[in-house]
């Protein structure tokens, strides 16, 4: 039944045997049935794959097989065809980090759920009868309200990362070559952990803020349902969204920037729709931590400009003006120049790992965790080198220095 399911998910064998960190040649045998899977890694298979630990040891069926009864649930969807090995291989990676995101949790004490209750809070704050776009702005509203990410009536683009993290949502930012994948979300572990991956590549801040905002919507109401949502950098815009992309792209605009602090930003900074610069909207959009398109779309759906003006305003090119006001719009070389001697090196340039030819940027909090946990002595050295997917040389090398001292901030 492995070498079937693993068949379904489209998944090149080699990738797979890199993945668990096992010889090609030995996985090969597991699929073929002449030798069986040891039971230590049947539980990182079931994560990775998606499936019970029982249908991975199940004796293959001799009888016609249906494609749809095989491929795991959140894989079936991953076989599109716009996307291809790299974008499964990927979201692969992206479930073996959340199995040792779950050992951690619970070498760390337990699992943080936090997200359940925010997550209902948030559904129940709807009206299920409303229009997609409407449902989006009432799950906002909800959504800056029981984060208190309100307050102040500022953007939120700062802010949203670490309360992600806070609430047990696990976040990825990870360049994707030759990849149209945006965006996709699904759920990780034992513990069904919500999983939001960006493609990171040839992508500004601002954007990722609005795709990572997108992704949190489908977390909140499509993963009960459907195992993964995935969005595309270039969609059929001819289209009309389907309810959960129209509901998602609300919620994403609505809970980065909506009406009041549109009218905060325009009183603080002495700004008029009429008479907008390249200067003004640079600022705007430095202040909301939103791309230039997400500004003028709300300021359009408040009834601030009309669409000429908004197709003037788009013409803008504010990027210079958007570098003044933000460090966010520098390259990442630039900034971490300017940065340099704010952060430890890890977080800069030790993050990066690979299995096989997969390159993976793992998150800040996640590497803090595992250094955390080894320094406490609950894991060993070798473990913290498997969870942060690298050879033991090569962790030791990156954070000798971090080993054995006092907790990370």
Partial sequence: MLKDIINATKLPHNFCASLIGVDPIQFQEWLEGARPVPSFIIPELSTVLGVSEKRLTEVSSQTPKIEERITPAVWYKLRDAKLGDLDREMVGLVRKLGFFLGQLQQVRGGPVLEYAPVFGAIRSACDKKAPPSAQGSQAAAAFRSVSGLQHGQAG????????????????????????????????????????????????????????????????????EDDPVAIDFIDPNESEQPKFNEARAQAFAQDALIPQSVLVQFVNRFGLHWDELTPQDLGRLVASAHVEQKLVLAAAFDAGFIDEEQRATYDAFSCAPYVREYSDHALSTREYLKQRVGESPKWIAENRNTEVGTRKLRLPVRYVDEVIKALNDGVISLGKAAEMTMMERGTFTQRFRDLMRAPGLE
Avoid: Q
């Avoid at 992600?164 to 699904?186: A, D, M, N, Q, T």
């Avoid at 069904?192 to 949190?216: K, Q």
């Fill in 156 to 223: 939120i683009g700062e802010l949203i990362r670490g309360y992600f993290r806070r609430i047990g949502i696990l976040v990825i930012e990870s360049p994707l070559k030759h990849s149209s994948l945006e965006g996709c979300c699904f759920s990780v572990g034992a513990s069904s952990v919500p999983c939001i991956f960006v493609n990171s590549l040839n992508s500004t801040w601002f954007r990722r803020n609005s795709v990572l905002m997108h992704e949190l919507c489908h977390a909140i109401f499509d993963l």
